[in-house]
């Protein structure tokens, strides 16, 4: 009889054992996640097929320019699980190595000059004089803010690229002279609502961007749209100096092909749920589709510069990051 009841209690008790580690298994809880505006409707997609999936977790996406993200990490101590940046330097330059220890490059971009039917030559501008129109006193034209969006300072390395491409000393200046300070916007989404309501004429955007908001948009040669790792030689020699890591400082930035990059931080407070979703998000058949059909090519399969860097990436994650510069 004793032996009988013994057996009961461990049957019962491996039960019991079995179901909490199963649900415990499963994701759940908050998932805080600071993006790069660019990436906001793909995300949407993403967080409604990564919710569906697993129901029990609430991801909670804020959006905003990549740098201003970081500094919400590392200047205002806000509490994230995961940062995905439009620049991937962003992540390497603030966060790694006190907040994060690793950043796998995800995808890829290149900017492009917006406009709508409402912008003054719109039926006029192209690929060759594109950079006269923005010249024009009649014309009104912006973009997000150097010091907290990658879009900012590539915007202003594409000017200045522009300058060498087309031979055109002093090109830049006068672009740059053309357009007031007041159209430097902290996010790019507010450029879209700008050109949309017809307040300015012009705006600078990724393609994706363009493609995912219904502008029209002119594409610029590969020299200086930085959307062609080919031409990183040439794409060097622009540079900006933003905001560094501390107030008051500065640093350099020099052009480089458009990179996209993504982390989960070191004390993330869901690091379960947080590399479930990159293991959604980084598959060629997840989120990776859902950035192609919005006209963001992604790698495929995503990648680290080296293998000292995949060694430190969650086991869940390695059989889809392969090492490559």
């Known amino acids: 009889m004793k032996k009988s009841l013994l057996l009961i209690v461990f049957v019962v008790f491996g039960f019991a054992l079995l179901f909490s580690t199963t649900a415990s298994a499963e994701p759940h809880g908050k998932l805080v996640m600071f993006h790069?505006?660019?990436?906001?409707?793909?995300f949407k997609t993403m967080e409604k097929n990564f919710e569906a999936r697993y129901p029990k977790v609430d991801l909670l996406r804020e959006a905003s320019g990549s740098t201003k993200?970081?500094?919400?990490?590392?200047?205002?101590?806000?509490?994230?699980?995961?940062?995905?940046?439009?620049?991937?330097?962003?992540?390497?330059?603030?966060?790694?190595?006190?907040?994060?220890d690793w950043n796998i490059r995800f995808a890829t971009n290149q900017l492009v000059l917006c406009y709508t039917g409402k912008s003054r030559y719109a039926n006029k501008?192209?690929?060759?004089?594109?950079?006269?129109?923005?010249?024009?006193?009649?014309?009104?034209?912006?973009?997000?803010?150097?010091?907290?969006?990658?879009?900012?300072y590539r915007?202003?390395?594409?000017?200045?690229?522009?300058?060498?491409h087309y031979k055109k000393s002093g090109l830049y200046d006068k672009i740059i002279a053309n357009r007031p300070q007041s159209n430097v916007r902290p996010k790019a989404k507010e450029l879209i609502t700008l050109l949309k309501s017809g307040q300015i004429d012009y705006a600078w955007?990724?393609?994706?961007?363009?493609?995912?908001?219904?502008?029209?948009?002119?594409?610029?040669?590969?020299?200086?749209?930085?959307?062609?790792?080919?031409?990183?030689?040439?794409?060097?020699?622009a540079v900006v100096?933003?905001?560094?890591?501390?107030?008051?400082?500065?640093?350099?930035?020099?052009?480089?092909?458009?990179?996209?990059?993504?982390?989960?931080?070191?004390?993330?407070?869901?690091?379960?749920?947080?590399?479930?979703?990159?293991?959604?998000?980084?598959?060629?058949?997840?989120?990776?589709?859902?950035?192609?059909?919005m006209g963001q090519p992604p790698f495929v399969p995503v990648?680290?510069?080296?293998?000292?860097?995949k060694k430190k990436l969650p086991k869940t994650l390695k059989g889809l990051v392969e090492v490559k510069r």
């Not at 790069?36 to 793909?42: D, E, F, I, M």
């Not at 052009?255 to 004390?267: A, M």
Request: with cysteine.
């Open 36 to 42: 790069a505006g660019s990436l906001n409707v793909p």
């Open 69 to 100: 993200a970081a500094r919400k990490i590392t200047d205002k101590k806000r509490p994230c699980d995961i940062m995905a940046s439009a620049d991937y330097k962003v992540i390497d330059k603030l966060l790694i190595p006190k907040y994060a």
């Open 125 to 152: 501008v192209n690929a060759d004089n594109w950079h006269q129109i923005l010249q024009e006193k009649n014309v009104s034209w912006g973009h997000s803010d150097p010091n907290l969006d990658p879009c900012g």
């Open 155 to 164: 915007s202003l390395m594409v000017l200045q690229l522009a300058e060498k």
């Open 205 to 237: 955007e990724y393609l994706s961007v363009a493609v995912q908001h219904g502008l029209k948009y002119v594409i610029l040669p590969d020299e200086i749209n930085l959307g062609n790792y080919r031409h990183d030689n040439f794409y060097k020699q």
């Open 241 to 293: 100096k933003v905001t560094g890591k501390k107030p008051g400082t500065m640093m350099e930035l020099k052009g480089k092909s458009v990179t996209y990059g993504i982390t989960i931080l070191r004390d993330a407070k869901n690091k379960e749920a947080a590399e479930a979703f990159l293991k959604y998000m980084l598959d060629p058949e997840g989120g990776l589709k859902v950035l192609k059909s």
């Open 303 to 309: 990648r680290v510069p080296e293998g000292k860097m």
